[in-house]
């Protein structure tokens, strides 16, 4: 059981873990080489909970009780003799931390359990500077500790499985997100992907291929990373980063090192605490125009992140779980860097780093076996239900219609490539059926697309043939109380618009709520060319979209238009290269899905004018509604307050 904890090192990160071993109950000795140096930690111990005190995150009471677990000493005899758990964090300096290792490993009790906080260094050999190797572990804490929820514990090749369990419970206590890094590996899991997508960007705009402005943009605002590749770079330090990259490739970690860490350490300029590296820090941080983010594709940079995830799983070092959760916590990303792939296609991500093998040949530019064999066996990530991750891939063919689930997105394909995807009354039935399908709970978005060269060519006019008055009207009424029915659905929907979208197809496309079309599509309302007008509610919704005016225009001349023409007009929300439709209707629908569906669905009430519905839910929150019911109940008068 562990009671007594013992740190090494007050500076930056040994005063932070510290404090958070005092926050969590333990008893805590916080040694450095000298009084100032103990002094210092100890103050800023002071103000960090004085700042929780302040935002009513701990009681004043509770800042002095765990201040009072914590001691101080420079004895290191002193420090480590009752210990239960010592957590080393001196300067990265291999020699310094074997030295110090050696003399705990003859002072600490024989059951003390040695952790080194190192974020580089080989564990193995560390471990070698004591006669308890099975007793020695990596607990890679995060800067800063106080804050950092992510801790990696690191095997080295002799630790037992109960020092690495017990040090996962301890971290836990801790209130933090352990990983287990099951091999002792240069970069352990995060820094491995850190350095990887740093050191590409560097190598893209080193090459020419873009510049630095607009591949931080991409990844800032496509990518949706907190920072860019550069603005990351110097906020970490320039220094830090050669020196991480050094001591990796020493180890052997495959990488070809961008000049530039060396060219900016030489000139002086060291990121954001000098003022300079890769941008001027002088008057803040950097501004990074969102208007250059679409000039880069940002997976030409991360692409690299998912084949050395793909890497870490595939070599035993951590799980696929691990890996992401590591990248989120440890990086802030805003989802694992494997679940990224997954998102893009891991055949796209192969596609980009054989490409890059072919242009530069460089060694690190192999695709990893993982990834080759899981696209030669079709598991391609989201789009196919398995990746990385098993995204619980359910399929129905509902004759005309496919229906294809990949939580939290569900696609229904029409199915009559033959009829350019014509619809008639069987199609529309099964696309009834698949939305039906897609109101289950774990389904938050909805795509509609065609299959081969069309979304949807319009009605089969072969219906039209020999059709009475008094049923086409009926036709027409059933037409359009279905697409109010898909316009009301109470999930988002999205016309992915893969070719042609005419007539009642286009009317199909309007009555979904965003519309995404390739840079191939053509659209127009023709049936004024059939002497017929629209059937479908597409007079009524072309003008909310379009305007009057130009509605009239369409409809007059039943004009055919292109993708570009119609996004200029507000017919659909964007274009998208035609290879791209997939993975960009994707990325928006997935972006949507992480919204909270509440407010989707009353925002949807709210945009169809539906104040009625809205009103009468909102109304049943107030105390008059409570009591005019139990009034009516208990057969009494009501006695409302206005509430």
């Given at each position: ?47 960090s909970l004085e700042k929780l005190v302040k935002k009513g995150k701990i009681t004043r009471e509770e800042a002095d009780l765990i201040l009072k677990r914590i001691k101080k000493t420079t004895n290191l005899e002193e420090a480590v ?139 800032k605002y496509v990518a949706e990373l907190p920072m860019g590749a550069f603005e990351l770079s110097d906020f970490i330090g320039i220094d830090v980063m050669r020196d991480i990259i050094r001591a990796m490739v020493k180890r052997g ?335 928006l629908a997935l972006k949507i899905a992480s919204m909270p569906s509440n407010s989707i669905r009353l925002y949807k009430s709210i945009l169809n004018g539906e104040q009625e519905p809205l009103a009468f839910g909102l109304v049943f ?23």
């Amino acid at each position: 059981m562990i009671r007594r904890i013992t740190v090494l090192g007050a500076g930056t990160m040994g005063h932070g873990i510290a404090q958070v071993a005092a926050m969590a109950g333990y008893e805590v000795i916080m040694r450095d080489i000298e009084e100032k140096f103990i002094e210092s930690g100890y103050n800023r111990i002071k103000k960090s909970l004085e700042k929780l005190v302040k935002k009513g995150k701990i009681t004043r009471e509770e800042a002095d009780l765990i201040l009072k677990r914590i001691k101080k000493t420079t004895n290191l005899e002193e420090a480590v003799k009752q210990a239960d758990f010592v957590i080393e964090a001196v300067p990265e300096v291999f020699e310094i931390k074997a030295e110090v290792f050696k003399a705990v490993d003859e002072l600490a009790p024989p059951h003390a359990i040695i952790a080194t906080n190192t974020s580089s260094l080989p564990i193995s050999e560390l471990a070698e500077a004591t006669n308890r190797p099975d007793k020695f572990v990596g607990m890679h804490f995060f800067n800063p500790p106080q804050i950092m929820k992510l801790v990696e514990v690191v095997r080295g090749n002799k630790t037992s499985e109960q020092t690495v369990n017990t040090t996962l419970e301890l971290a836990k206590s801790m209130k933090k997100e352990p990983v287990v890094v099951n091999k002792d590996v240069p970069g352990f899991i995060v820094n491995r992907v850190l350095v990887r997508w740093l050191n590409e960007a560097c190598l893209i705009v080193e090459r020419g291929e873009s510049d630095i402005l607009t591949v931080d943009s991409s990844l800032k605002y496509v990518a949706e990373l907190p920072m860019g590749a550069f603005e990351l770079s110097d906020f970490i330090g320039i220094d830090v980063m050669r020196d991480i990259i050094r001591a990796m490739v020493k180890r052997g970690f495959k990488l070809t090192p961008c000049k530039s860490w060396d060219k900016l350490v030489e000139e002086g300029k060291l990121g954001a605490k000098s003022s300079l590296g890769f941008y001027d820090w002088s008057s803040g941080r950097p501004n990074i125009p969102k208007e250059l983010s679409t000039k880069f594709d940002p997976k030409q940079v991360l692409a690299m992140a998912v084949n050395e995830g793909a890497w870490l799983v595939r070599e035993g070092v951590a799980s696929t779980e691990d890996v992401d959760k590591a990248v989120i916590l440890g990086l802030n990303f805003p989802k694992g860097v494997l679940s990224m792939g997954d998102e893009w296609g891991l055949d796209v991500v192969k596609s980009i780093i054989e490409g890059k093998r072919s242009r530069y040949g460089l060694p690190e530019y192999e695709v990893d076996p993982l990834i080759e064999e899981l696209v030669s066996k079709g598991f391609l990530g989201v789009k196919s239900g398995k990746g990385f991750h098993d995204y619980g891939l359910r399929e129905e063919d509902l004759n005309q219609v496919k229906y294809k689930a990949t939580p939290p997105i569900a696609w229904i394909i029409l199915n009559r490539p033959d009829k350019l995807n014509a619809l008639d009354m069987e199609l529309l039935n099964s696309l009834r059926k698949a939305l039906d399908m897609a109101l289950d709970d774990e389904i938050k978005v909805v795509v509609i697309t065609g299959s081969g060269k069309a979304f949807s060519a319009g009605a089969d006019v072969s219906m039209f043939k020999g059709l009475s008055p008094i049923d086409a009207y009926r036709l027409s009424r059933e037409l359009n109380e279905f697409f109010d029915e898909l316009e009301r659905y109470p999930k988002p929907t999205i016309a992915s618009i893969n070719g042609f979208a005419l007539g009642g197809g286009l009317e199909l496309a309007m009555a979904c709520d965003l519309r995404v079309a390739s840079d191939r599509a053509q659209l127009g309302q023709p049936e004024i060319t059939l002497g017929i007008i629209t059937g479908a509610g597409g007079s009524k919704r072309l003008p909310k979209l379009v305007g009057l005016a130009k509605a009239k225009e369409l409809l007059f001349t039943g004009d055919i238009i292109s993708a570009d023409e119609a996004e200029k007009i507000g017919l659909v929300n964007r274009v998208v290269p035609h290879e791209k439709l997939e993975e960009e209707v994707r990325s928006l629908a997935l972006k949507i899905a992480s919204m909270p569906s509440n407010s989707i669905r009353l925002y949807k009430s709210i945009l169809n004018g539906e104040q009625e519905p809205l009103a009468f839910g909102l109304v049943f929150s107030t105390e008059d509604s409570k009591e005019g019911i139990n009034a009516f109940l208990e057969k009494r008068r009501p006695k409302f307050s206005g509430k």
